[in-house]
């Protein structure tokens, strides 16, 4: 088996590097992929991620053919923000091979440690809106969008590989014809009456988008102290807040205001996976086609987060809008909504989401390694 790396110009590494995934899968269900031209831009270096970061891509081979993927990734924004000094490893795929998984790891170790990095942990994304870590609960389940579906049999590969659980996250389903719990309603009431709060809808994607820098600084006061987040620069929020203008639902989308000011929102979008599958990852010729028309067709919400500026999280405005959530659901075609990874150990979000009976179906988790002291000469 050999390793090499995947260098932005070499065209044909970087289009078996994209295949590969497509290749492991093909003829699962539940795998959805992504899309071609996102990925070709981490590959050529195009994202704005590499503006302020780094990462390097390998690729794992046995007798001239493809085995296995791996990214590894410096986020330095991630590191500065934290006071941390690590590295993550992203995009992994591997046959079921405990040699090639240990090789594909220990290359993106090697390639962390000669940066001064001591420890690596993923999967991660490059982006804060990327999905987190590994699929070990919930394989006979639908993923959200962005979230990842693998093969049971990764977990093995890690843990053999020295990697041990750093966290995980849940994903369940609310049913649209489940009640909250009463109590979430009072609050709510009460917080609508003396908060001075307010739900504010939108009539059109150029308004939904005009209040889209409002959605950046609540992030990060809202996010800052989670361990999972990552701050974005302009030009990494401007690539996301198209895709979320793209996929909102807007029947659904609602903001909180408090006084005025835009204090909250809420993120939720029909989930697009049977129309990327369609697609094949690929929006040309008609994939813009599967994609959009699974837009107005699908019948399952994806809820991937709540955000509360921190000094109106205690005063209400999360019931207000859970239960605003609640009455959109009952009104619209959805037939459910999928929560999305939320951190077994954030008590407060996990009771908030609870109060709907929300049953946990999918666990994904995030591991950990120290660095090894492996040497490069693993790289060919």
């Known amino acids: ?35 071609v031209g996102d990925l070709r831009s981490y590959l050529t270096r195009k994202h704005p991620f590499f503006d302020h970061s780094d990462a390097a891509f390998f690729l794992a081979w046995r007798d001239g053919k493809v085995v296995g993927r791996i990214a590894a990734i410096e986020n330095r924004a991630y ?14 795929e591997c046959i079921d091979d405990e040699a090639v998984a240990s090789g594909l790891l220990d290359a993106a170790s090697v390639w962390a440690r000669e940066r001064g990095l001591s420890s690596i942990l993923g999967p991660k994304g490059f982006v804060r809106s990327a999905g987190t870590g590994l699929l070990v609960e919930g394989f006979d389940q639908f993923p959200a969008l962005g ?76 996010f800052a102290d989670n361990p999972n987040y990552v701050p974005s620069t302009d030009a990494e929020f401007d690539l996301m807040a198209k895709t979320l203008i793209f996929v909102a639902d807007l029947s659904i989308v609602r903001f909180i205001e408090k006084d005025g000011e835009i204090a909250g929102f809420m993120n939720a979008y029909p989930n697009l996976g049977r129309g990327f599958q369609k697609a094949r990852g690929r929006l040309w010729p008609l994939g813009w086609l599967y994609i959009l028309l699974e837009r107005s067709r699908s019948l399952t919400l994806d809820l991937n987060g709540i955000g509360i500026l921190p000094r109106y999280q205690k005063q209400g405005g999360d019931a ?37 009976k929300v049953a946990w179906a999918k666990r994904h988790r995030v591991y950990r390694r120290d660095i090894l002291d492996a040497t490069s000469d693993i790289i060919k």
């Open 79 to 92: 590191n500065g923000h934290h006071g941390t000094n690590t590295a993550f490893f992203g995009f992994f």
């Open 147 to 222: 979230i990842a579906w693998n093969f049971p049999y990764y977990d093995r590969l890690l843990t053999k590989a020295g990697f041990t659980k750093t966290a995980d996250y849940l994903s369940g389903w609310l049913d649209r014809s489940a009640r909250g719990d009463e109590r979430l309603y009072r609050v709510a009431e009460i917080a609508r009456k003396r908060g001075n709060f307010a739900i504010r809808a939108f009539d059109s994607r150029r308004e939904l988008q005009a209040v889209l820098p409002a959605v950046k600084r609540i992030q990060h006061e809202a």
């Open 1 to 35: 088996m050999d390793i090499s790396q995947v260098l932005p110009g070499d065209r044909a590494a970087i289009r078996r590097f994209i295949e590969f995934a497509f290749r492991l899968y093909k003829g699962q269900e539940l795998w959805v992929p992504p899309l």
């Open 320 to 356: 207000i809008l859970f239960t605003e959530l609640e009455q959109r659901i009952r009104a619209s075609r959805y037939e459910k909504v999928d929560f999305i990874q939320v951190n077994e150990d954030n008590f407060l979000s996990k009771s908030g989401i609870e109060h709907f």
